[in-house]
């Protein structure tokens, strides 16, 4: 009888799998640890683009171990299988924001108002004006993104505004009023949270008017990296869509920009 070679197992199988596995509780880890504040915004990030580089390998391992199996026979397909789909769900967030990153614009720091946006709250991170370009880039982008101006007294406006403002769950809420006794004036200033990385960006809300007429502006920045992936335009579009219907349900007003 002829003896067949016994059919040896590929180690790259069971790296992909190892790997993979490792990279996606690592990601649920330091998410759930930057969720309930136990890790730093910064760290976050660097263990993040770790748990990229260990799904990347994962997926690498098991194209090695496919081949294996393709052209000498090897054992090792159930955990290159395994392998290969935790390591693509783990990848898929980070190619969802590949996506956004080369959909939206490379901006920062959104505002309704381009000419003298609200000043923010200075905290660390919250960047320096728009430079001409970026605000040009902006009116194109997002021509959605406006102030408002409502037929309403300031203090009804501003009522209306804490009013919408209490229901974002945003923190570090201030405000600050002008310093010019003869402005009626008030800038407030909080702290939102990005979708799923809850990465912080500074929100400063300007309300100013007098006993007839109001104008909101409002801006939106990113504290960490070049590109927020249209999170700050999608902030401020939510929050004065909301605004609208909070002045259109207490007084039957229409919005005007």
Known sequence: MTAFPERRTTMAAGWSRRMAAFSAVLLLTVWTGHHFGLVETPAFLWVLALVALLAALALLFAGWAFARLWNFGDRGGRDLTVGALVALVVLAPFAVASYWALTFPPLRDISTDLEAPPPLSGAEGSGPVTTPGERRLQAQAYPLVNGRRYDLPFAE????????????GWTDTKTRPSSDINVREVVITATASSFVLELPADVAIRVSGDEETSFIDMRSASRYGRHDLGDNADRIVRFLKELDQEVTGQTGLEQGE
């Open 157 to 168: 406006a501003l009522a209306m505004v804490q009013n919408v403002l209490r229901r974002q």
